[in-house]
Protein backbone atom coordinates (compact mmCIF):
# COMPACT_ATOMS: atom_id res chain seq x y z
CA UNK A 1 0.00 0.00 0.00
CA UNK A 2 1.44 3.46 -1.16
CA UNK A 3 1.30 6.03 1.09
CA UNK A 4 1.81 9.82 0.03
CA UNK A 5 2.94 12.58 2.28
CA UNK A 6 2.93 16.13 1.14
CA UNK A 7 5.03 18.19 3.44
CA UNK A 8 7.57 15.27 2.92
CA UNK A 9 10.36 17.38 4.27
CA UNK A 10 8.35 18.71 7.53
CA UNK A 11 10.12 18.29 10.75
CA UNK A 12 7.00 16.29 12.37
CA UNK A 13 7.21 13.73 9.60
CA UNK A 14 9.09 11.02 11.87
CA UNK A 15 6.10 10.63 14.13
CA UNK A 16 4.01 9.36 11.14
CA UNK A 17 6.94 7.00 10.00
CA UNK A 18 7.83 5.97 13.58
CA UNK A 19 3.99 5.02 13.60
CA UNK A 20 4.49 3.17 10.68
CA UNK A 21 7.17 1.05 11.91
CA UNK A 22 4.77 -0.36 14.53
CA UNK A 23 2.21 -1.88 12.08
CA UNK A 24 3.28 -5.50 11.10
CA UNK A 25 -0.31 -6.30 9.96
CA UNK A 26 -1.70 -7.57 6.41
CA UNK A 27 -2.17 -4.64 4.17
CA UNK A 28 -0.14 -2.06 5.69
CA UNK A 29 2.40 0.54 4.50
CA UNK A 30 4.99 -0.55 2.28
CA UNK A 31 5.75 1.78 0.03
CA UNK A 32 6.01 6.32 1.69
CA UNK A 33 6.96 8.80 -0.76
CA UNK A 34 7.96 12.08 0.77
CA UNK A 35 6.57 15.26 -1.22
CA UNK A 36 8.04 18.66 -0.56
CA UNK A 37 9.19 21.74 -2.33
CA UNK A 38 12.18 21.90 0.05
CA UNK A 39 14.61 19.21 -1.35
CA UNK A 40 17.23 19.54 1.31
CA UNK A 41 14.31 19.43 3.74
CA UNK A 42 13.67 16.15 1.79
CA UNK A 43 17.04 15.18 2.22
CA UNK A 44 16.82 15.98 5.95
CA UNK A 45 14.21 13.85 6.80
CA UNK A 46 15.20 11.56 4.53
CA UNK A 47 18.19 10.80 6.76
CA UNK A 48 16.51 10.72 10.26
CA UNK A 49 13.36 8.05 8.75
CA UNK A 50 16.49 5.81 7.65
CA UNK A 51 17.92 5.86 10.78
CA UNK A 52 14.49 4.38 12.34
CA UNK A 53 14.18 1.96 10.01
CA UNK A 54 17.67 0.69 10.15
CA UNK A 55 16.79 -2.23 13.35
CA UNK A 56 13.26 -2.81 11.84
CA UNK A 57 13.31 -5.76 9.30
CA UNK A 58 11.04 -5.09 6.26
CA UNK A 59 10.38 -1.25 7.03
CA UNK A 60 8.34 0.46 4.30
CA UNK A 61 10.45 1.81 1.46
CA UNK A 62 10.91 5.54 1.23
CA UNK A 63 11.49 7.36 -2.04
CA UNK A 64 11.59 11.57 -2.01
CA UNK A 65 10.35 13.76 -5.06
CA UNK A 66 9.82 17.37 -5.70
CA UNK A 67 6.95 16.41 -8.78
CA UNK A 68 3.81 16.63 -7.10
CA UNK A 69 1.91 14.78 -9.22
CA UNK A 70 4.69 12.22 -8.95
CA UNK A 71 4.06 11.95 -5.56
CA UNK A 72 0.41 11.58 -5.71
CA UNK A 73 0.43 8.99 -8.48
CA UNK A 74 -1.27 6.04 -7.82
CA UNK A 75 -0.87 6.85 -4.28
CA UNK A 76 -4.09 4.67 -1.55
CA UNK A 77 -3.41 7.41 1.04
CA UNK A 78 -2.72 10.87 0.94
CA UNK A 79 -1.80 12.90 4.12
CA UNK A 80 -1.13 16.29 3.83
CA UNK A 81 0.72 18.36 6.21
CA UNK A 82 2.10 21.38 4.21
CA UNK A 83 2.79 25.04 5.42
CA UNK A 84 2.60 27.43 2.90
CA UNK A 85 4.83 30.14 3.83
CA UNK A 86 6.82 27.96 6.02
CA UNK A 87 7.65 28.97 9.65
CA UNK A 88 8.96 32.61 8.40
CA UNK A 89 4.77 32.99 7.54
CA UNK A 90 3.72 31.58 10.80
CA UNK A 91 5.90 34.53 12.49
CA UNK A 92 4.88 37.11 10.12
CA UNK A 93 1.00 35.97 10.88
CA UNK A 94 1.97 36.47 14.15
CA UNK A 95 4.20 39.83 14.21
CA UNK A 96 1.49 41.40 12.10
CA UNK A 97 -1.34 40.55 14.34
CA UNK A 98 0.48 41.56 17.25
CA UNK A 99 1.23 45.47 15.83
CA UNK A 100 -2.70 45.74 16.01
CA UNK A 101 -3.20 44.11 19.34
CA UNK A 102 -4.96 41.01 18.14
CA UNK A 103 -4.28 37.77 18.56
CA UNK A 104 -2.02 35.83 16.00
CA UNK A 105 -2.14 32.44 16.73
CA UNK A 106 -1.93 30.08 13.26
CA UNK A 107 -5.06 28.57 13.82
CA UNK A 108 -7.27 30.79 15.72
CA UNK A 109 -8.18 34.89 14.97
CA UNK A 110 -6.45 36.79 12.95
CA UNK A 111 -3.06 34.78 12.26
CA UNK A 112 -5.72 31.67 11.60
CA UNK A 113 -7.44 33.94 8.87
CA UNK A 114 -4.01 34.45 7.26
CA UNK A 115 -2.57 31.35 6.87
CA UNK A 116 -5.69 30.11 6.04
CA UNK A 117 -5.78 32.37 2.78
CA UNK A 118 -2.43 31.82 1.45
CA UNK A 119 -3.06 27.54 2.53
CA UNK A 120 -6.70 27.36 0.91
CA UNK A 121 -5.82 27.91 -2.86
CA UNK A 122 -3.06 25.41 -2.65
CA UNK A 123 -5.18 22.93 -0.59
CA UNK A 124 -7.66 22.73 -3.61
CA UNK A 125 -5.76 22.78 -6.64
CA UNK A 126 -3.78 19.72 -4.32
CA UNK A 127 -7.38 18.36 -4.00
CA UNK A 128 -8.04 18.37 -8.04
CA UNK A 129 -4.80 16.62 -8.73
CA UNK A 130 -5.72 13.79 -6.43
CA UNK A 131 -8.98 13.40 -7.54
CA UNK A 132 -7.44 13.39 -11.08
CA UNK A 133 -4.68 11.07 -10.26
CA UNK A 134 -5.59 8.91 -7.60
CA UNK A 135 -9.12 9.17 -7.72
CA UNK A 136 -9.31 5.83 -4.93
CA UNK A 137 -7.21 7.71 -2.61
CA UNK A 138 -8.38 8.64 0.73
CA UNK A 139 -6.94 12.05 1.84
CA UNK A 140 -5.83 12.65 5.76
CA UNK A 141 -5.48 16.31 6.08
CA UNK A 142 -3.60 17.19 9.18
CA UNK A 143 -2.94 21.12 7.29
CA UNK A 144 -4.00 23.80 9.51
CA UNK A 145 -5.93 25.56 9.80
CA UNK A 146 -7.71 21.43 9.42
CA UNK A 147 -11.35 22.10 9.86
CA UNK A 148 -11.44 24.96 7.52
CA UNK A 149 -8.60 23.41 4.85
CA UNK A 150 -10.55 20.05 5.33
CA UNK A 151 -13.96 21.44 4.11
CA UNK A 152 -11.90 23.17 1.23
CA UNK A 153 -10.94 20.11 0.08
CA UNK A 154 -14.10 18.26 0.73
CA UNK A 155 -15.68 20.13 -2.12
CA UNK A 156 -13.54 18.32 -4.85
CA UNK A 157 -12.99 15.31 -3.08
CA UNK A 158 -16.03 14.56 -0.91
CA UNK A 159 -15.84 12.79 1.89
CA UNK A 160 -12.71 11.17 0.62
CA UNK A 161 -10.71 13.96 2.58
CA UNK A 162 -10.58 13.65 6.80
CA UNK A 163 -9.27 15.98 8.97
CA UNK A 164 -7.45 15.12 11.94
CA UNK A 165 -6.06 16.42 14.90
CA UNK A 166 -4.24 15.52 17.97
CA UNK A 167 -6.09 17.98 20.58
CA UNK A 168 -8.75 16.13 21.38
CA UNK A 169 -7.00 12.81 21.61
CA UNK A 170 -5.01 14.43 23.82
CA UNK A 171 -7.55 15.78 25.86
CA UNK A 172 -9.77 12.81 26.26
CA UNK A 173 -6.86 11.05 27.57
CA UNK A 174 -5.40 13.61 29.82
CA UNK A 175 -9.37 13.35 31.49
CA UNK A 176 -9.42 9.84 31.28
CA UNK A 177 -6.36 9.18 33.17
CA UNK A 178 -7.27 11.10 35.85
CA UNK A 179 -10.40 9.79 36.26
CA UNK A 180 -8.49 6.33 36.81
CA UNK A 181 -10.06 5.14 33.41
CA UNK A 182 -8.26 3.44 29.98
CA UNK A 183 -8.68 5.80 27.28
CA UNK A 184 -9.07 2.97 24.79
CA UNK A 185 -12.46 2.21 26.79
CA UNK A 186 -13.87 5.34 27.25
CA UNK A 187 -16.34 7.55 24.93
CA UNK A 188 -16.06 10.88 24.66
CA UNK A 189 -18.41 12.78 23.93
CA UNK A 190 -16.84 15.44 22.12
CA UNK A 191 -18.48 18.12 19.37
CA UNK A 192 -17.32 21.71 17.87
CA UNK A 193 -14.78 22.73 15.15
CA UNK A 194 -11.49 22.15 14.58
CA UNK A 195 -9.77 24.14 18.26
CA UNK A 196 -13.12 24.87 19.03
CA UNK A 197 -14.89 22.00 20.53
CA UNK A 198 -15.85 20.88 24.15
CA UNK A 199 -15.45 17.57 26.13
CA UNK A 200 -19.75 17.20 27.70
CA UNK A 201 -18.99 13.57 29.12
CA UNK A 202 -16.97 10.61 29.72
CA UNK A 203 -18.42 7.40 29.85
CA UNK A 204 -17.06 3.93 30.77
CA UNK A 205 -19.36 1.28 31.04
CA UNK A 206 -22.09 3.39 29.87
CA UNK A 207 -21.48 5.59 33.17
CA UNK A 208 -21.04 8.67 33.01
CA UNK A 209 -17.36 10.04 34.96
CA UNK A 210 -17.48 13.75 34.05
CA UNK A 211 -19.53 14.85 36.45
CA UNK A 212 -17.62 13.75 39.07
CA UNK A 213 -14.23 15.43 37.71
CA UNK A 214 -16.19 18.46 37.60
CA UNK A 215 -17.56 18.12 41.55
CA UNK A 216 -13.40 17.52 42.37
CA UNK A 217 -11.96 20.67 42.44
CA UNK A 218 -8.14 18.24 43.30
CA UNK A 219 -8.98 16.57 40.15
CA UNK A 220 -9.90 19.58 38.40
CA UNK A 221 -6.42 21.17 39.27
CA UNK A 222 -4.50 18.29 37.73
CA UNK A 223 -4.60 17.90 34.50
CA UNK A 224 -3.49 20.73 31.46
CA UNK A 225 -7.27 22.30 31.04
CA UNK A 226 -7.74 22.62 34.54
CA UNK A 227 -4.73 24.34 35.19
CA UNK A 228 -5.21 26.20 32.17
CA UNK A 229 -8.99 27.66 32.28
CA UNK A 230 -9.46 27.01 36.76
CA UNK A 231 -11.59 24.75 38.16
CA UNK A 232 -14.62 27.53 38.87
CA UNK A 233 -14.81 28.23 35.26
CA UNK A 234 -14.83 24.82 34.10
CA UNK A 235 -17.49 24.00 36.52
CA UNK A 236 -19.88 26.69 35.41
CA UNK A 237 -19.06 25.71 31.84
CA UNK A 238 -20.41 22.24 33.09
CA UNK A 239 -17.58 20.64 30.67
CA UNK A 240 -14.04 20.59 29.47
CA UNK A 241 -12.95 22.90 26.85
CA UNK A 242 -10.61 22.18 24.37
CA UNK A 243 -6.96 24.30 24.96
CA UNK A 244 -7.31 26.49 22.70
CA UNK A 245 -10.03 28.10 23.61
CA UNK A 246 -7.62 29.69 26.18
CA UNK A 247 -7.43 31.84 22.82
CA UNK A 248 -10.82 33.17 23.16
CA UNK A 249 -11.87 32.91 27.09
CA UNK A 250 -8.76 34.83 28.43
CA UNK A 251 -8.18 36.92 24.61
CA UNK A 252 -6.54 40.00 26.42
CA UNK A 253 -4.57 37.99 28.84
CA UNK A 254 -3.26 35.93 25.72
CA UNK A 255 -2.57 38.69 23.19
CA UNK A 256 -0.87 40.34 26.29
CA UNK A 257 1.61 37.36 27.13
CA UNK A 258 2.27 37.31 23.36
CA UNK A 259 2.94 40.99 23.03
CA UNK A 260 5.39 40.55 26.14
CA UNK A 261 7.46 37.21 25.02
CA UNK A 262 10.76 37.54 23.86
CA UNK A 263 9.86 35.51 20.84
CA UNK A 264 6.63 34.29 19.51
CA UNK A 265 5.65 31.03 18.84
CA UNK A 266 6.64 30.66 15.30
CA UNK A 267 9.21 33.12 15.54
CA UNK A 268 10.69 30.08 18.08
CA UNK A 269 9.44 27.07 16.12
CA UNK A 270 11.41 28.75 13.06
CA UNK A 271 14.74 29.32 14.57
CA UNK A 272 15.29 25.87 16.40
CA UNK A 273 13.96 24.19 12.97
CA UNK A 274 16.78 26.50 11.31
CA UNK A 275 19.60 24.75 13.52
CA UNK A 276 18.12 21.12 13.04
CA UNK A 277 17.89 21.50 9.08
CA UNK A 278 21.55 23.01 9.14
CA UNK A 279 23.16 20.71 11.67
CA UNK A 280 21.07 17.40 11.00
CA UNK A 281 24.20 16.62 8.08
CA UNK A 282 26.79 17.19 10.12
CA UNK A 283 29.62 13.73 10.15
CA UNK A 284 29.40 12.22 13.00
CA UNK A 285 25.17 13.55 14.08
CA UNK A 286 22.82 10.64 14.43
CA UNK A 287 19.80 12.89 12.69
CA UNK A 288 17.90 10.74 14.48
CA UNK A 289 19.15 11.86 18.08
CA UNK A 290 19.38 15.47 17.44
CA UNK A 291 15.55 14.77 15.80
CA UNK A 292 14.33 13.28 19.35
CA UNK A 293 16.02 16.24 21.46
CA UNK A 294 14.51 19.21 19.49
CA UNK A 295 11.11 17.27 19.66
CA UNK A 296 11.24 16.96 23.25
CA UNK A 297 11.99 20.87 23.31
CA UNK A 298 9.66 21.74 20.89
CA UNK A 299 6.59 19.72 22.61
CA UNK A 300 7.84 21.16 26.15
CA UNK A 301 7.08 24.68 25.09
CA UNK A 302 3.87 24.29 23.47
CA UNK A 303 1.48 26.99 24.71
CA UNK A 304 4.33 28.12 27.01
CA UNK A 305 2.67 31.79 27.04
CA UNK A 306 -0.93 30.39 28.11
CA UNK A 307 0.12 28.03 30.49
CA UNK A 308 2.86 31.64 31.92
CA UNK A 309 -0.65 33.71 32.04
CA UNK A 310 -2.39 30.95 34.30
CA UNK A 311 0.46 29.94 36.06
CA UNK A 312 -0.66 26.05 34.70
CA UNK A 313 3.58 25.33 35.50
CA UNK A 314 5.18 22.64 33.20
CA UNK A 315 3.58 20.62 31.02
CA UNK A 316 3.43 16.78 32.20
CA UNK A 317 5.59 14.24 30.58
CA UNK A 318 2.87 12.22 29.54
CA UNK A 319 1.57 15.36 27.20
CA UNK A 320 4.54 15.70 25.66
CA UNK A 321 4.24 12.14 23.05
CA UNK A 322 1.96 13.81 20.32
CA UNK A 323 -0.36 11.34 19.21
CA UNK A 324 -1.84 13.09 15.68
CA UNK A 325 0.42 10.08 14.06
CA UNK A 326 -1.67 7.45 16.22
CA UNK A 327 -4.70 9.05 15.08
CA UNK A 328 -3.37 8.92 11.10
CA UNK A 329 -2.26 4.96 11.35
CA UNK A 330 -5.32 4.08 13.40
CA UNK A 331 -7.76 5.91 10.55
CA UNK A 332 -6.00 3.97 7.63
CA UNK A 333 -6.18 0.69 9.13
CA UNK A 334 -9.89 1.18 9.71
CA UNK A 335 -10.19 2.17 5.96
CA UNK A 336 -7.74 -0.47 4.51
CA UNK A 337 -8.34 -3.69 6.69
CA UNK A 338 -12.32 -2.71 7.54
CA UNK A 339 -10.95 -2.80 11.11
CA UNK A 340 -13.74 -0.95 13.16
CA UNK A 341 -13.03 1.87 15.46
CA UNK A 342 -14.13 5.31 16.81
CA UNK A 343 -11.73 8.25 16.26
CA UNK A 344 -12.60 12.23 16.89
CA UNK A 345 -12.30 13.43 13.50
CA UNK A 346 -13.18 16.11 10.87
CA UNK A 347 -15.69 15.76 8.79
CA UNK A 348 -18.91 16.98 6.90
CA UNK A 349 -21.64 17.48 9.40
CA UNK A 350 -24.41 15.86 7.35
CA UNK A 351 -26.81 15.70 9.90
CA UNK A 352 -25.39 16.42 13.12
CA UNK A 353 -25.69 20.07 14.38
CA UNK A 354 -28.59 21.41 13.36
CA UNK A 355 -27.06 25.13 13.66
CA UNK A 356 -24.48 23.96 10.91
CA UNK A 357 -25.32 23.06 7.14
CA UNK A 358 -24.91 19.42 6.09
CA UNK A 359 -21.26 20.64 4.22
CA UNK A 360 -19.77 22.67 7.18
CA UNK A 361 -17.16 20.63 8.48
CA UNK A 362 -16.81 19.98 12.46
CA UNK A 363 -14.96 17.67 14.76
CA UNK A 364 -16.98 14.74 15.95
CA UNK A 365 -16.79 10.99 16.96
CA UNK A 366 -16.74 9.05 14.00
CA UNK A 367 -17.37 5.27 13.30
CA UNK A 368 -14.70 4.73 10.79
CA UNK A 369 -14.78 1.15 8.86
CA UNK A 370 -13.86 0.90 5.09
CA UNK A 371 -16.45 2.93 4.02
CA UNK A 372 -14.64 5.66 5.39
CA UNK A 373 -15.98 8.04 8.88
CA UNK A 374 -18.92 8.52 9.82
CA UNK A 375 -19.94 10.54 12.56
CA UNK A 376 -22.18 9.86 14.99
CA UNK A 377 -25.30 11.77 16.44
CA UNK A 378 -24.48 14.46 19.48
CA UNK A 379 -26.94 16.34 21.87
CA UNK A 380 -27.55 19.61 20.96
CA UNK A 381 -24.36 22.20 22.23
CA UNK A 382 -25.23 24.83 24.80
CA UNK A 383 -26.53 28.46 23.22
CA UNK A 384 -22.92 29.95 23.98
CA UNK A 385 -21.20 27.19 22.21
CA UNK A 386 -23.71 27.37 19.85
CA UNK A 387 -22.90 30.93 19.23
CA UNK A 388 -19.37 31.14 19.11
CA UNK A 389 -19.04 27.83 16.54
CA UNK A 390 -21.52 29.36 14.53
CA UNK A 391 -19.84 32.80 14.44
CA UNK A 392 -16.55 31.31 13.67
CA UNK A 393 -18.12 28.79 10.80
CA UNK A 394 -19.46 31.99 9.24
CA UNK A 395 -15.94 32.96 8.97
CA UNK A 396 -14.12 29.97 7.52
CA UNK A 397 -17.09 30.56 5.39
CA UNK A 398 -15.70 34.26 3.90
CA UNK A 399 -12.39 32.60 3.80
CA UNK A 400 -13.16 30.48 1.30
CA UNK A 401 -15.23 32.56 -0.66
CA UNK A 402 -12.45 35.13 -0.57
CA UNK A 403 -9.99 32.47 -2.10
CA UNK A 404 -12.34 31.57 -4.95
CA UNK A 405 -12.93 35.19 -5.86
CA UNK A 406 -9.88 36.87 -4.84
CA UNK A 407 -11.89 39.68 -3.43
CA UNK A 408 -10.00 41.89 -1.17
CA UNK A 409 -13.38 43.22 0.19
CA UNK A 410 -14.31 39.38 1.23
CA UNK A 411 -11.16 38.98 3.13
CA UNK A 412 -11.91 42.13 5.29
CA UNK A 413 -14.95 40.81 5.89
CA UNK A 414 -13.63 37.38 7.28
CA UNK A 415 -11.50 39.05 9.63
CA UNK A 416 -13.92 41.73 10.90
CA UNK A 417 -16.58 38.96 11.52
CA UNK A 418 -13.86 37.38 13.77
CA UNK A 419 -14.98 37.73 17.57
CA UNK A 420 -11.35 38.05 18.14
CA UNK A 421 -10.66 41.19 15.66
CA UNK A 422 -12.49 43.93 17.41
CA UNK A 423 -13.19 46.77 14.60
CA UNK A 424 -13.25 46.96 11.06
CA UNK A 425 -10.43 49.38 10.60
CA UNK A 426 -8.24 47.00 12.26
CA UNK A 427 -9.55 43.97 9.77
CA UNK A 428 -8.47 46.63 7.03
CA UNK A 429 -5.27 46.88 8.60
CA UNK A 430 -4.56 43.31 8.42
CA UNK A 431 -5.07 42.57 5.04
CA UNK A 432 -3.04 45.26 3.92
CA UNK A 433 -0.15 44.34 6.41
CA UNK A 434 -0.63 40.75 5.60
CA UNK A 435 -0.49 41.41 1.90
CA UNK A 436 2.84 43.23 2.33
CA UNK A 437 4.40 40.48 3.77
CA UNK A 438 2.70 37.57 2.19
CA UNK A 439 3.47 37.22 -1.78
CA UNK A 440 0.88 34.54 -1.66
CA UNK A 441 -2.06 37.13 -0.99
CA UNK A 442 -1.28 38.96 -4.03
CA UNK A 443 -4.58 37.25 -5.91
CA UNK A 444 -6.36 39.54 -3.17
CA UNK A 445 -7.45 42.52 -5.49
Known sequence: MKLTILGGGGFRVPLVYGALLTDRGPGRVTEVVLHDLDDSRLRAVA?????????????????????????????????????????????????????????????????????GLRTVPVAVDIARRV?????????????????????????????RVIGICDSPVGLGRRIARVLGADPQQAWIDYVGLNHLGWVRGLRVAGRDELPRLLADPHLLGSFEEGKLFGADWLRSLGAIPNEYLHYYYFNREAVHAYQQAERTRGAFLRDQQARFYARVGTPGTSALELWDRTRAEREATYMAENRETAGAGERDADDLSGGYEKVALALMRAIARDER???????????TLAALDTDAVIEVPCLVDASGAHSVSVDPLPGHATGLVCSVKAVEREVLAAAESGSRATAVKAFALHPLVDSVNVARRLVEGYRAVHPGLDYLK
Open 341 to 351: TTLILNVRNRH
Open 47 to 115: RVLDEQASAVGDAPRVTATTDLDEALRGADFVFSAIRVGGLEGRADDERVALAEGVLGQETVGAGGIAY
Open 131 to 159: ARLAPDAWVINFTNPAGLVTEAMSRHLGD
